[in-house]
């Protein structure tokens, strides 16, 4: 019994299987669908009724899979606590934690249904090569994380004590001046908040360069892991 339902629930090359994969992804996007329509103003309450009842069947269905994924899975603990463990179980806990509670009162709780999106991922061969390429580069992307935190703080610290004195309202604490430093090294720049010194405006000019690689950076990582994992693959 464990086997034949470990054939249907686990991705495998046959037709139930694959009806079980498809009805899934089904209800993934008719609950996101009914998510998002629930934010949709002065509904009529047969109209909110209908989506809690689509919402209610979504997630027995989500809360069977999730029973028995652990059930055929050969070490439960481990899926529990994996990527898609976790993501199973966020996808059905605001329904459990809201119950007898008004979910629109919840904001929180309702953004956590946002997580159901990320479980297509089980089904979808492209974003398992990006997935795969997350992993391979994982240490680069740490490594990447930690630096630019750290040009952020720097960037911040700098244009403070170029900018505080002149503007006050705008760079009052090194807190304050991390926005300005993370929309100028992403390179957004809204323009709410900018340099009127020239040491300020000499220290962004800088910081923008120093921006654009920021940008970049992360696409060439990810993109030289992605060409790994098609290649790991091709080997296998």
Aim: with cysteine; hydrophobic share 50%.
């Amino acid at each position: 019994m464990r086997q034949y339902l470990k054939n249907i629930v686990e991705i495998n090359d046959n037709s139930k299987s694959r009806v079980f994969a498809y009805f899934i992804q089904a209800l993934i996007f008719l609950s996101i669908i009914a998510f998002s329509y629930e934010t949709v103003p002065d509904l009529e309450p047969s109209t909110r009724k209908l989506l809690r009842i689509i919402e209610i069947f979504c997630v027995i269905v989500f809360t069977i899979e999730y029973l028995l994924r652990i059930y055929v899975s050969d070490k439960k603990h481990k899926f529990i606590f994996s990527f898609f463990g976790i993501i199973d179980f966020l996808a059905i806990l605001p329904f459990y934690l809201s119950l007898g509670v008004d979910l629109r009162s919840l904001r929180a709780l309702r953004f956590l249904r946002l997580f159901r999106i990320l479980k297509l991922i089980r089904y979808n061969k492209a974003i398992k090569h990006f997935s795969k390429a997350i992993s391979l580069a994982k240490e680069e992307i740490l490594l990447f994380l930690i630096v630019t935190l750290i040009l952020i703080y720097f960037s911040a610290v700098g244009i403070y004590y170029f900018e505080n004195e002149a503007q006050p309202e705008n760079f009052s604490s090194i807190f304050d001046s991390l926005w300005w430093a993370i929309i100028t090294l992403t390179t957004v720049g809204y323009g709410d908040v900018y340099p009127i010194t020239v040491g300020g405006k000499v220290f962004t000019f800088f910081i923008l360069m120093i921006g654009l690689g920021i940008v970049a950076i992360p696409t060439g990582i990810i993109s030289s892991a992605l060409t790994k994992s098609v290649d790991k693959k091709d080997v296998e």
